[in-house]
C-alpha cells in the first residue's frame, strides 16, 4: 500500500521548507516582532500539513502505522500548544514546544536522508538533474516566504510610521 507519489513529494518538500523556515525563526535574533510571526506561522502550516500527510505514507511498515505516526501526533499537540502559550504570551511554553517540534523534525529528516532505502537517497542518487532542481525550488520558496515576511514587516512599519504622522496634522487641522 504505497502512497502516491506526489503526496510523498509534496510532504518531503513541505518538510524540507519547514526545516529552513523553523531554522530561521530559531537563529533570529528578534523573537515576536512581524517577521517572527509570518515566519512562525507559515511554518506552523507547514508542519500540520507534514504531520497529517504523513498517516496517509505508510509504506515503512507495509500499510501500517509506525512510531513515526506517533511522532506527528505528538508534532500536532505541540504545535498546537506551542500557538496557544504564544498566543497567552508564555514565552517558555511557546519556545519549548516550538523547539521539540523543531529537533523532531530535523530527526524525522536525518532518518530520511541518512536511509537508503527511503526515496529522498534514492532520487538523489537515480535523479540528480531532479534533486537539484528540487533544492534550487526550496530554496527560492525559502526565500519567497522569508523575503516577503521581511518585506511586508517594512511595509506595515512605514504604514504605521505615516499614519501616525498624519493623525497630528489631521487633528492641527481640525483645530483650526
Same mark, same amino acid.
Given at each position: 500500500?504505497?502512497?502516491? %507519489? ?12 519547514? !526545516?529552513?523556515? /523553523? /531554522?530561521?525563526?530559531?537563529?533570529? #535574533? $528578534?523573537?515576536?516582532?512581524? @517577521?517572527? #510571526?509570518?515566519?512562525? +506561522?507559515? +511554518? ?15 509504506? %515503512? $511498515?507495509?500499510? $501500517? ?5 506517533? %511522532? ?14 504564544? $498566543? =497567552?504570551?508564555?514565552?517558555? &511554553?511557546?519556545? /519549548? ?13 536525518? /532518518? ?6 527511503? !526515496? ?13 532542481? &528540487?533544492?534550487?525550488?526550496? @530554496?527560492? *520558496? +525559502? ?7 521581511? +518585506?511586508?514587516? #517594512? ?8 499614519? =501616525?504622522?498624519?493623525?497630528?496634522? =489631521?487633528? *492641527?487641522?481640525?483645530?483650526?
Amino acid at each position: 500500500m504505497t502512497a502516491p %507519489l506526489a503526496l510523498v513529494a509534496a510532504h518531503a518538500a513541505t518538510a524540507v521548507l519547514a !526545516l529552513g523556515l /523553523g /531554522g530561521y525563526a530559531l537563529l533570529r #535574533r $528578534r523573537k515576536g516582532d512581524t @517577521v517572527h #510571526r509570518l515566519v512562525g +506561522w507559515a +511554518w506552523v502550516l507547514g508542519m500540520t500539513f507534514v504531520a497529517t500527510s504523513s498517516f496517509a505514507i505508510r509504506d %515503512l $511498515r507495509d500499510g $501500517r502505522f509506525s512510531v513515526l505516526h506517533v %511522532l506527528s501526533v505528538v508534532t500536532l499537540v505541540s504545535l498546537v500548544l506551542g500557538v496557544r502559550a504564544a $498566543r =497567552r504570551h508564555q514565552v517558555q &511554553a511557546h519556545r /519549548g514546544n516550538m523547539l521539540g517540534s523543531y529537533l523532531g523534525l530535523t530527526g524525522a529528516f536525518v /532518518g530520511a536522508v541518512v536511509v537508503p532505502d527511503r !526515496l529522498v537517497p534514492t532520487f538523489v542518487v537515480t535523479q540528480p538533474l531532479g534533486a537539484a532542481a &528540487a533544492a534550487l525550488t526550496l @530554496v527560492a *520558496s +525559502w526565500v519567497v516566504l522569508v523575503g516577503g515576511a521581511h +518585506w511586508y514587516a #517594512r511595509r506595515s512599519r512605514l504604514v504605521r510610521r505615516q499614519h =501616525r504622522a498624519a493623525v497630528p496634522a =489631521r487633528l *492641527s487641522s481640525a483645530q483650526a
